[in-house]
């Protein structure tokens, strides 16, 4: 029988790469998530009942403990970008990570690989970078030989960075942001997964931090963006203090509302995050070290991004007839 792995958040945005390569290695891979009817498009990953998505609440031992029996290996892909109601950055972040460490050593689980952040520190004046370092600190504690990767922003088909800045250019000339000079190395969500796998698989263990092999400012990578979606627009870099000011606003409508309306643009915590780089230290192990060439941004973008171009598939044709001769 072949060996199988536990991926929690399987179904989400890294983790659906990483079970994607753990099924063509030939592993069963059990795909923990919230949602199991929803994540039925994993399936076809593999063969007939090679991959299958499971119901996990990572708040829960019972639940944890329950996805990872018969587990050779476990993957933790779950994190937050902005916490709403029971899945505080706390519960999710620092709290599930050190729960699924702990089970795992518990079951005898081989190996585990915890996908963390880029900026990962248990003094960090965010939340979000908080919580990441607490959930490092417990993962490395009940399981010291767990691999850890510290991506940079990740990129892809389904992220929530580039897709998001592409669609706001579509509703004026203006597109705003924060944190304008702020550095990141954004790294294709496909790398990342290699890298995982390479722990899965006992081929590496340690620390690694990732990034591309291009590091730009927001700003810059918004320049990026809108050459791939050929739109002008004009990037506004709004001071810290205005983008504190929107995201107050916005956090208090999620809080007045329980939620209903979900903060999505721009939170308190986020601001407090775009006022640190995000590249890879220099000192830190990285793909060098794993054997992987990351990918650049500009051989991905426009196999994605080609949708929020004004006349989306159909520009390439109308720039072609231009240059034919009547």
Not at 17 to 34: D, L, N, P, T
Not at 248 to 264: A, E, P
Not at 302 to 320: D, F, H, T, V
């Amino acid at each position: 029988m072949s060996n199988l792995v536990t991926i929690f958040g399987g179904s989400g945005f890294v983790g659906r790469y990483i079970a994607r390569r753990m099924a063509r290695e030939g592993w069963r891979v059990r795909v923990a998530c919230r949602r199991p009817n929803d994540a039925i498009f994993v399936r076809p990953y593999g063969t007939p009942g090679q991959v299958e998505p499971v119901f996990c609440n990572v708040r829960d031992d019972a639940s944890v403990r329950a996805a990872m029996v018969g587990a050779d290996a476990v993957v933790n892909c779950v994190g937050i970008l902005n916490a709403l109601g029971k899945n505080s950055f706390d519960a999710v972040q620092a709290e599930a990570p050190g729960r699924i460490a702990r089970i795992a050593a518990e079951q005898g689980v081989t190996r585990l690989v915890h996908i963390s952040a880029i900026g990962a520190n248990v003094e960090a004046g965010s939340n979000y970078a908080r919580t990441k370092g607490e959930g490092e600190a417990a993962v490395l504690s009940a399981f010291p030989s767990a691999m850890i990767l510290r991506p940079s922003i990740i990129f892809g088909t389904e992220d929530g960075f580039f897709n998001r800045f592409a669609g706001m250019t579509r509703f004026g000339p203006i597109l705003p942001i924060v944190g304008g000079n702020t550095k990141f190395q954004p790294v294709f969500v496909d790398d990342v997964a290699a890298a995982a796998v390479k722990g899965v698989l006992g081929q590496a263990s340690g620390t690694y931090e990732l990034g591309g092999p291009d590091v730009d400012t927001f700003k810059g990578l918004m320049g990026r963006m809108l050459a791939v979606v050929r739109r002008k627009r004009l990037v506004v870099n709004k001071p810290f203090f205005a983008g504190r000011i929107l995201a107050g606003g916005l956090d208090f409508v999620q809080f007045v509302t329980g939620g209903l309306i979900k903060n999505s643009i721009l939170t308190g915590d986020q601001v407090k995050n775009l006022r640190h780089d995000n590249i890879v230290a220099p000192d830190a192990k990285g793909f060098a070290d794993l054997g992987i060439q990351p990918t650049a941004m500009e051989a991905i973008l426009p196999e994605y991004l080609w949708r929020y171009r004004p006349s989306g598939q159909y520009l390439a044709i109308k720039e072609s007839a231009k240059n034919l001769k009547a």
